[in-house]
């Protein structure tokens, strides 16, 4: 004779498997929710960047190198804060330097002020495959830029339309842009936007010291980062006042901060030739500590590579990183 268990205990049975169940079917479909985005509601896809080393949503997004102006005219300047790598080097012999900012990650609301292009830089794009950005630029570069080397957006042809001026800001410092427009005009040119070709290797995000770097650059342009332990960051100054992001009115910060050692050349009264292109020493300041090793780009389209001393490449922290190029 089959002897029939207690009421209850069936109702806490099916409960039970009601349970596991419900936990599978959660389980499997939480693989394949994707992350929310806060402004449109909309599911989109987030995964690490390999040139950032963070999670992202445009983390196969072909990068935009962005020419930006230093001058004291320009500052502060809008979007230098949301950067995924950053390139500055002196242009002229008295010490004026110029950034090239690269952006994957992040979309500002606005850059600029957009500035000319100079020819050390192109190389530098060219290692990121990225899509250029830049105001006009010297006789070099132009007739370079002019020829199709690299995709890339000149505000002398997109004056009023892809970049803006703003009236309160004196010429030529006051040429501006946005993503939603380079990346409309990119898509008429017909450059691709996606798949990223860049990566580097990153590590993990603990301090390990309190070393910083010496300040770099001439004047009105020398550069100082102090280093912030509790958010194991490095905090960006220019003749001892913070830089300043227009747009986030936060101080600008980053995870690494690299000095490039190279040496520069006259070309004429105006401009100088900086090496971007062989190698030479190195410095990365990361995790509060400092590498030493030297920095490698064997041609113009060739990724830049930054070797220890064992010829191993340095990880970086994952976040924005700086590369302060020292010509001298």
């Known amino acids: 004779m089959i002897r029939l268990l207690p009421k209850k205990l069936y109702i806490w049975i099916g409960v039970i498997v009601v349970l596991v169940v419900g936990g599978v079917l959660l389980f499997k479909l939480g693989n394949n929710i994707e992350i929310s985005n806060k402004n449109g509601g909309e599911n989109v896809k987030k995964e690490k960047s390999m040139l950032a080393g963070v999670e992202c949503e445009n983390y196969d997004a072909r990068p935009y190198a962005i020419m930006l102006s230093s001058d004291k005219e320009a500052r502060p300047l809008s979007g230098i804060g949301e950067t995924d790598m950053v390139f500055e080097m002196p242009v002229v012999e008295n010490g004026f330097t110029r950034m090239m900012a690269i952006y994957q990650c992040n979309r500002p ?78 898509s008429k040119l017909g450059y691709k936007l996606n798949g990223s070709e860049i990566s580097y290797p990153h590590e993990g995000d603990k301090s390990k010291g309190e070393i910083e770097p010496e300040p770099v650059f001439n004047k009105e342009f020398q550069v100082s980062w102090k280093y912030n332990k509790e958010t194991n960051s490095y905090f960006r100054s220019r003749t001892n006042k913070p830089e300043i992001d227009k747009n986030t009115g936060k101080q600008v910060g980053a995870k690494n901060v690299v000095i490039m050692k190279t040496t520069w050349s006259p070309i004429n009264k105006d401009y100088i030739r900086v090496k971007t292109v062989g190698s030479g020493g190195l410095l990365v300041y990361k995790n509060g500590a400092v590498v030493t090793g030297t920095w490698e780009k064997k041609n113009d389209h060739a990724k830049l590579f930054f070797y220890d001393q064992n010829h191993k490449e340095i990880p970086f922290v994952p976040g924005p990183t700086w590369v302060e190029v020292d010509a001298r």
């Open 109 to 186: 609301k606005e850059l600029g002020s957009v500035r000319s292009s100079r020819l050390d830089f192109v190389p530098l794009a060219f290692g990121f495959n990225a899509i250029y950005a830049h105001f006009g630029g010297e006789k070099e570069a132009l007739k370079e830029l002019n020829s199709g080397v690299i995709d890339n957006i000149d505000g002398l042809k997109y004056d009023g339309t892809i970049y803006y001026r703003k009236k309160s800001i004196p010429m030529p410092h006051n040429a501006f842009t946005n993503f939603d427009l380079l990346e409309e005009i990119s």
